[in-house]
Structures are given as C-alpha cells and as structure tokens.
C-alpha cells in the first residue's frame, strides 16, 4: 500500500468515526428550514422570460414556480 493510499484510509476512517450532524437554517423567528443547495440552472432566454410572466401571473417567484413543478411532476407532493 503507497502512502497516500495509507494516509487516505486513516482520513476515511477518522470520518466515519465521527458523528456527523446536519447544519439547520433557523432565521430570526426561531423558525426551522430545510438546507438548500444553490444549483445553477441554464434555459432559453424566451422560456425564462415566459416562466417570469407565469410566475407574475399567479403572484409567486421562479424558484417557487420551478420547486412546485418539480414536486408535482417527480415527488407527487401538493404545493400552496
């Protein structure tokens, strides 16, 4: 076994070792959230202009137009 091999294999281990909690997003109300992950999303300049027009219409934002349609189309979950 090469050295790096060792030294990767003792990091792996330490890791492992230790209990691992997930970080909360809480604001200033003490309300809890789910963690986010920003994810950089590439569309046609028309289909982004038309999914703001679509957003404006029913008083909403992008995000939560794109988060709504994904829960309906691959998770089955109903949004507001």
């Known amino acids: 076994m090469s ?3 060792t ?3 003792n990091l792996l281990d330490k890791v492992l070792s230790q209990k691992v909690t997930t970080p909360v997003q809480e ?3 003490g309300i809890v ?3 986010e992950k920003t ?3 590439s569309l046609p300049e028309t289909k982004l202009q038309q ?3 679509i957003a404006l219409d029913k008083k ?3 995000r939560n137009l794109i988060n709504s349609a994904i829960n309906d189309k691959y998770f089955n979950e109903a949004t507001d």
């Open 39 to 41: 994810f950089l999303l």
């Open 27 to 29: 604001n200033k109300n």
């Open 51 to 53: 999914l703001k027009q």
């Open 60 to 62: 909403t934002t992008v």
């Open 33 to 35: 959230k789910p963690i």
């Open 7 to 9: 030294s990767a294999n």
């Open 3 to 5: 050295k790096k091999t």
